[in-house]
């Protein structure tokens, strides 16, 4: 079975600072990626994916994350945190298997801070 | 595109009731996921249908059962409510392939008194 790990529940940063939120996957064959937020009170928006081709991939909002493949790691960044960065950000896989539809495996999620 | 929409809302219950939960997805999109979030448990998957078929289910109770309409909306149902039934219950759609991006409702927030 597959599994998550965000290393870090929870994330403070300064304004304009440097964010680094880490991804680690375990699978024999690496999955599709994808980082997804969420904000109080609302549902989960896709930032960024990774199926196939080039491993750094950018997203929304000057978001982006790199897959290494190495260190089964998907790691998000952003090189200067905005105050409404601040939310609940998701790291999740699917399988690659056809047979696996599109159930989604999340970690448990890092909480991010901005601090002004 | 209209996104994906869920009703209702909010929900409140008491424990041994049922409750039916609505999901239509976005135009176009024949998978239909539904996943359940609670501060102890994260998010936990709880099934997927595809052109009215279970395709996938995840590690829930027999109390959770869902269904699709020809028209891709779903509804979930949870019988005889337990009080760690609180949550809110996402549902997502999406083509049907696996790297397919899920869109995200909202959300119902039930509460279990």
């Known amino acids: ?116 | 595109k209209a996104g994906v929409t869920q009703t209702p809302r909010y929900l409140i219950k008491t424990r041994g009731q049922q409750v039916t939960l609505s999901c239509s997805p976005i135009s176009g999109h024949r998978s239909v996921s539904w996943y359940q979030q609670t501060p102890g448990q994260g998010l936990q998957f709880l099934f997927e249908y595809f052109s009215e078929t279970q395709r996938n289910k995840g590690n829930f109770p027999g109390r959770f059962s869902g269904r699709q309409f020809s028209n891709s909306r779903s509804e979930m149902n949870v019988s005889t409510l337990e009080l760690g039934d609180s949550a809110l219950y996402l549902c997502a759609s999406s083509y049907p392939s696996g790297g397919d991006t899920q869109y995200f409702g909202p959300g119902t927030r039930l509460t279990v008194l």
């Open chain 1, 1 to 116: 079975a597959q599994s998550v790990t965000q290393l870090g529940s929870h994330v403070s940063v300064s304004e304009g600072a440097l964010v680094l939120l880490r991804c680690n996957y375990s699978s024999s064959v690496p999955p599709y990626l994808f980082w997804y937020v969420q904000y109080p009170n609302q549902g989960l928006q896709l930032l960024l994916k990774y199926t196939t081709g080039a491993t750094l991939v950018k997203g929304i909002n000057g978001f982006e994350a790199e897959f290494k493949k190495s260190e089964t790691s998907f790691h998000l960044t952003k090189p200067s945190a905005h105050m409404s960065d601040a939310a609940e950000y998701f790291c999740a896989v699917t399988p690659r298997e056809e047979t696996s539809g599109s159930r989604l495996t999340f970690g448990e999620g890092t909480q991010l801070t901005v601090n002004p």
